[in-house]
Each structure stands twice: as C-alpha cells, then as structure tokens.
C-alpha cells in the first residue's frame, strides 16, 4: 500500500493497514516534524515494527538532511525479526519506484537504476560470537570469553606487527580480507546476522569488523541497548554516528532497568582478591620505559584495592554518597582521589600496550576499575551499599559492595542530548506519565492506543476470590496462608482442565514459587494439574530452562498439552512469545511487585521521591504493572492469535490499578469479570474459547479494524478539508466550521477517525475558531483516547454522549447542540485549568472516561461499559465533587451568572470556583 499521511508519501508492505498503525504514524510525523522525542504505546501484535520501519524509511526517503535510523533491541530474535521486516519494507520501495520510472517513459535499465538509487543500507550488529565465521574461533562458540580473546589473539595491531617478521605467527585471514578489499566494498541491500556471515564467508570478509565499518555509511543500523546506553560501549561503537540520527528503543518499557544495570557496579571478596592477582601480574610486566608512569598507576590501584578490601568487612547493611565515599578514600590513603576519574581508560591502555589479549582475565581489575571510575565521575544519583550478606547466600557471610545507579536519566540523558529525534516505544507502557520523569526527558507526543478489533481476542478475567470465597492475594500478610495457596491451585487446576494446548502461569517470585509448588506436591494438586497437561518449570539455569521451553513446545504441537510455571520478571517473561496453540491461557498469581526491602531499590525510591518528587507507592505500583501487563501479553503476537488473560489477585480489581494497565487490556474489561472465582473464571474462559474458535468473517474487519487504501485516502482527504476549513474560518471570521464538524460525525460514524476530538460547530466567532483550533492540537499531541482514567484532566469528567456521531474527549465541556456558542468557545480557553482541576479532585478523579461516539454508533450499552457510571452513581459523584466545589455533572456546564460579559479570565477564576 502507498499512500499519502498529511504531505508524506508511505511505502508500506502490505495491502491492509491497520487502524491503530495508521494513528500511531500520525503521533510519529508529528514527533519528527517537530525534531523531538515521543512515547507511544501501541497494543501487543498490531505490527509496530512493520510501521515504524515503513513510515521512517519513507520519512527518510522525503527528506534526504535527516540521519539514520538507529533501531535498538533488546535480544537477537528482534533484532533478526527487526530487519527481516525492513527487507519487506525496502523491497517493497524498490518495486514501486522501478514502476514509476517505467511509467516516466524510461527503458528497464534506467528504471532499475532509479530504483536502486533510492535503496538504502541496512545492517545490523552483535557480539563476536554472534558473527564471527573463522572456523577455529568457532570451535569455542558457547564461551563468549574465548571467543573475544581469540579473535583479538588474530587481529590485534600487534600480533600483526609481529607476523610481518614471523610468518609462523597466525592471523584471521577473514579479517586481512577484510582490511586490504572490505572496507572499499559497495555494499547494499539489508543484511541480517546470517546474511552477514553468509557474504563474509562467500567474499572472504569478516562479518564483525565489515558491520562496525558498515556503521558510519548505513541508512539503518540495528543493534542491542547496550551499544547505545553503556557508556563503555557506546564510546567505541555509537561515538561517531551523526547528530540528526532516529533513534529507536523498541519494547522500551524496561529501558530504566537496563540504565542502571549499564552504571552498575558489584564487587565482592572474590573479585577483590582477583584483582590483587591482575596488579601484581601487571607490576611483573617488563613495561617499557616510555609509558614508566605505568607503574604509578599499577601502584595507586593496588592501594585502591586494599582499600576495598578493608571497606567491605562490615558486619551490618551500611551506605554511603560517593562524595562521602571518596573522602574517606582520600583520607584513609592520603591520596587525591581525582584520578579515579581516569582509572578505566588507563587501565585499557596499559593492556594494549602491553600487548595483552586474553582481557577477559584481567575482568576483576576492569570492575574495579569501573568502579572508581563511576564513583569520581558522578557525585550525584549514586549510592555505596556495603552488604554482609550475599542474595545468593543469605546464610553464609559473604560481603558485597554495590555502586548501585540510583537515577536512570544519566545513562539516557547523552541520547537525549545528540540525537534529533528518541522513540521510546512498546505495548506495555502505561502509566505514560510515569516515563518522563524517571528519565528525565520532555517528549513533544505521548500517546497510548485502543486495539481494533472485530471480534474480542483477548478475556482479561480478574479472579479475587476462591471457591470457599477466601481472598485471593500475595499481600505478604496473606501469602503463607494456606487457604489462600489451596485456592491458587485449584485456579489453576480449573484452567489447566479448561484451555487445550499450552498455558503459562507466573509468579511474583522465585522464592514463592518454590514455597508453593511445594505446597501443592504435598497436597496432590500437581497430580490433578498433569492429569490435563504436562508440567515444566523455570529455573535459574538459563540452559536447564531452554532445555523445558523446548519440550513445553513439544508437547503443545503434539497435542498432550503443556503447563508452564514461570517468574513476572524471569528470562522467559521478557523474551519468550507464547503466540498461537503455545499459549492460549496466562494465569498471574499476584501482583509482582519487587522486594522492598532491597537496600538498593530503597534508596532508589528515597532519590525519586526527593528529586522527581514520585511517591514510593506510586513506584512500586507502576513497575509491579507493567510486569504484570508483559505477562499477560506473551500470550497475543496477532489480532489473528487470541487468549486468556488471568489476573489472580483481588487487588487487580481496584480501578488504581487496573487503569495503570495499558489502554488495550483495560478496553476488553468488564464489570462482570472483575470479582470472579476459579469457577466461574474457568466457565467463562470455555465460552470464549468455544467463539473463538468459530471462524473468523475476514470480511468484517474491512473498514473498522483493517482499512484498505481508499479508506487511507478518504482519511487524508477528510485532514486536508479539515485543515481548509480551519484555515478558511480563521481567515474570514467563521461560517464554514459546522461542514468540517460535519465531515468529522462522519468519519467517527463510520469508525476511521483518529480518537482526537474536533471544535463544535456553528460558531462565526473568529475567537471560537481559534481557540477550536488550539484545542484540537492540545488532544492530537496531549490527550489519550478514552478508557485512560484520570490519565489527563478531561479523562476525570464523565463525558456527555448523547446521540452517534456526538464528541467523546471533550464532550464534557462542548454540548452538542448549537446553542451558546459564544459560550463553549469561552470554556474553551479554560479547559487546561479545568482539567488539570478535575484530575486533582480524588471524588472526580474515580468518574470514568466514558464512552465515545464509536461505541454509541455501533448500538452499545455503554451502561455496560466499566468507565461509565449509572444514574445513581453520577447522582453521588456530582454531590461529592460539588462538597469539593467542583462540577462533576456530565451534562452541560451553566455559564457564570452574567457569564456572557465576562472575559476569559475571568471565566477560567469562575470555572474554578463556581
């Protein structure tokens, strides 16, 4: 499909574009017209890679002064899935330019030139291991140490230096190759890791060193988080690349996790002691004369060691600010503690000189060395944590000592700073508010999008209770009550009897895993769960656990069925897909929240609250859902796949914490599953397989969830007569807006337009129009579609739908009549003081977002829907908000006694306090 989104010409592989695609390339143009950073959520297997490739490489294409897309991932499968797309993409490109150039006349050869002209460059990179083809290295592929020791012991300056006077000396002929012919080759086209290694092998090159020289010329370079967060890294990989850059963090939800862990630093007894041995096999070194300062600094990190070694003998949990740190350092050794700052860089360059290349065995004097790096360069946003007791080994004294990152920001903050434009992107990403201030960063668009859908495929079901109506929880009151993990396994037993094929089940912990799978051995409750399916579990053994993941797939294909038991924040939660007959069931037992009593997620949360001002509650709530909601969203890759989605915990079925969900699980609630038992879960789940499993009317999606490209057009033509009517009721003082108004009933009838919400019509003020226009901008870039309670202030207010085609988002303030036009145009200058009023009132707050136009259209009960309150709670919402001095009423807001003569000033002090 090629279309037109506001003056940009799309390539996009595919003859359907999905609703939400559509809108979510809407939120992108704006973004990158604006040269700024974005945060979107878009649903779980709505095809976000295909979209923002497709839509950034023709953003590319229109305008030739923008950089390269940098597109980082998290794991090697995205990364692979990542370009396989971008190949669909660009081919698809080629093919069209090539039929533009023949239908301009020219032959085949000049066409395809054409074509080509306007390929780009794709590539992506990895670790050696990842890449390297020489067969001796890769006789060792699982140990990544000697991997890279190898490599080096084949390709350093040096050791070829060395075979210039002595060809016995071996080198990597892939990398000579490389060196003498690689680095002028034309490469085009898009190259996978395997595509890589393939054309290394066919033209003699290395595959590792061709993608980092491919880096400085590529149109889109794909690689890990790590190349661009970890400073280490990211100097010798990402320093050189240019400032007017795309960058892309995809399945970003845990982008702040992985920012510390990048500044993080763990030392213990053991690797103080190997560093010890590291200095005294550097001091034996015959160093050359011209680098003798070598030997200080050999001396001052021996002095640093025996520092560390004394300052980790503590018989108590103690802390300390690095600035504190040092001073005592300083103090203690009678030494200027400012060289630390350089202590990494000049370990590196004692290495290279003297010619070392097995680095891995000097990695105990590197940690340290990171470590007294990070502790003079940063004063601020770090903590020194001194423990007796290591997590591995609770019981046996072995002392740690953690630089532990306590702000995220500073790992991201130099992207931020370069590059033109950051994407952070995911499914999971609400609250979105939550994002800017742990990162620090001010995006121009955030926004989080409904799922399409003509049939439901996703049941999110809340069971709060069991059979014996016993509360469902793992509050750490309730945990180790026995009645309550009875209950947790017979949900489980209820849903293993129920859903054919696979089902995954996640628990908060490790350590309460194992107390509970122990518990139900015991009582016979695995006995009746293998009776439906057989049964495998996570370990802490990456290998053990690929080994499980790959029978648990065996036995779902061969039809015997498969549980599988896993952790909220394991491996297998972050990167494992449990798409089609693999997971048609996920049960979440708990709620994840992390352990509190962490010392170092304690001072994270004090920084937090003292510097971005985010309660610890807050917190702890927004991370434990966002685990949660990657969870449940292992089970559905495809608006074509569908599941089950249990959340075991009655705390999920409070309305704080369901609307921290993201906005396409909190749309397929309903009230009748919030406060079910396993019973009732287990019945409801056997309806919902039974539709599911009817066939599927391709047909009816067309129009609503899939649109063809005349539905595109009609969207672009229905923006352009928009944005004429716009421009047009400016330009001569009104009369023409009630047609825009009109065009957009329209559309929303018709279920294609956007979730942004219009000015009302029949107003000739020249004031109304431009205050309509600042408005529709504000709910374009600001304000979420319905169902995000108390996400903005206009979400707080019931909203008012009366008739189809009436305004959802801000049909709480603008009636659908056309009386009082003068003054809905006045509310109209108030209506961020109103909002941001209404979201701080915890009465209106709790009012629901309502229904919009869509679902009136489409002959919904919206009494039905769990936003919308009855006649008696609005009743009681509006008396408790007017107790608050606020109006909570949905219907039309009077104007202020005498209203019509007030300016808007003074309008927006009566909206206030009416």
Known sequence: MRFMLDGLEVFFPYDFIYKEQYSYMQELKKALDAKGDCLLEMPTGTGKTVTLLSFITSYQLAHPETGKLIYCTRTVPEMTKAVEELKRVVAYRHEELRKDAVASGSDDAAAEATAAAADLLGICLSSRRNMCVHPRVMSNESDRERVDAQCRSMTAQWVRSRAEADPSVRLCEFFENYDRLGTDADLRGIYTLDDLKAAGQEHGWCPYFLARHAISFANVVVYNYQYMLDPKIANLVSRELEDKSIVVFDEAHNIDNVCIEALSVTLDRGTLEGAARNLGRLAAEAIPGNIRNAELFVRFMRHVVRFLKDRIKVAHVDSETPASFLHRMGTTLSVDPKPLRFAYSRLNSLLRTLEVTEVDEFAPISLVADFATLLATYPKGFMVVLEPFNSRTPHIPDPIMQLACLDASLAVRPVFQKFQSVILTSGTLSPLDMYPKILNFHPVVRASFEMSLTRPCILPLVVSRGRDQTPLSTKFETRDDQNVMRNYGDLVVQMASTVPDGMVVFFPSYSYMETIITAWHEWGVLERVEAHKLLFIETKDIVATTLSLGSFRRACDSGRGAVFFSIA???????????????????????????????VLRARLAFMRDHYHIREQDFLTFDALRNSAQCVGRVIRSKRDYGVMVFGDMRYARQDKRTKLPLWVQQAMRPAHLALTPELAASVTARFLREMAQPEDAEAAVGTSLLRLEHVKSLEAARLADEATAEKGVAVGGGAAGSAADAIREALAGGFAAEGDRAKPGSSDPEHAAAAATAEAMA???????????????????????APGAFSGLGGFLDADDEDDEDDAEWMHVLPAAASSAAGTAGVAAVSAGASAADVAAGEDVEDDPGVLSDEEALAAQAEAEAEGLEASSRKRPAPEGGRGLSAPKRAKAAADP
């Open 569 to 599: 924040r394991g491996k297998v939660a972050e990167g494992i897909d449990f798409d089609r007959h693999y997971g048609r069931a996920v049960v979440l037992v708990g709620v994840p929240f992390q352990y509190t009593l962490s010392h």
């Open 780 to 802: 374009a870039v600001s304000y979420p579609p319905r169902g995000a309670a108390g996400a903005t202030g206009l979400g707080a207010t019931q909203q008012s739908v009366s």
